[in-house]
């Protein structure tokens, strides 16, 4: 019988004692493992930057012409309209829809500079879904692009150089852009 009474009371004091933490601020949801991982798994797929989880071949397109344009600094008057008007024709878009690609695009390298060097994060999630006729396609664009305004810098062709070179060896036959 003593040993029922003592047994209560270690209970009870555990769970004042739990009940004080909680009030004093320790979140006892954090001592949940399954809670836990879920959080990892999420904070691990939304922290990264939306730039590298890009995995529709033609928004990987769309932002590595923007990238192409954007090595010599920002987009010239005649680099975006050739950009507009190479939506609409290749991706098969409307005027609005094209100028949505562009914008949203231009939102996502806001924050990068040179993206040359990080070309195999932004095209990992995405390079298995390239066809060879878009990756093809993708570096005829790019190439186009970068003798819009003279002769391709150093950077326009390191850019278009690495895409060629990762776009080539993983894409899987498939469509066209439709």
Known sequence: MHYLIGLISAVAMLIFALSRLQRAGLDLNALNPFLWHRRAQWRRLHASKPLYSLDKPMDVAALLLLATAKCEGEISAGQKKFLLHTFKQEFHLSDKEAAGLLTSSAYLMRD????ANQLDKVLARSKQAFTP?????????MQRLSWLDGEPNDEQAKLIDNTKQILTLTASSGSTWS
């Open 133 to 141: 006729e878009q990756a093809e396609s993708t570096i005829e664009m």
């Open 112 to 115: 990068e500079l040179y993206i």
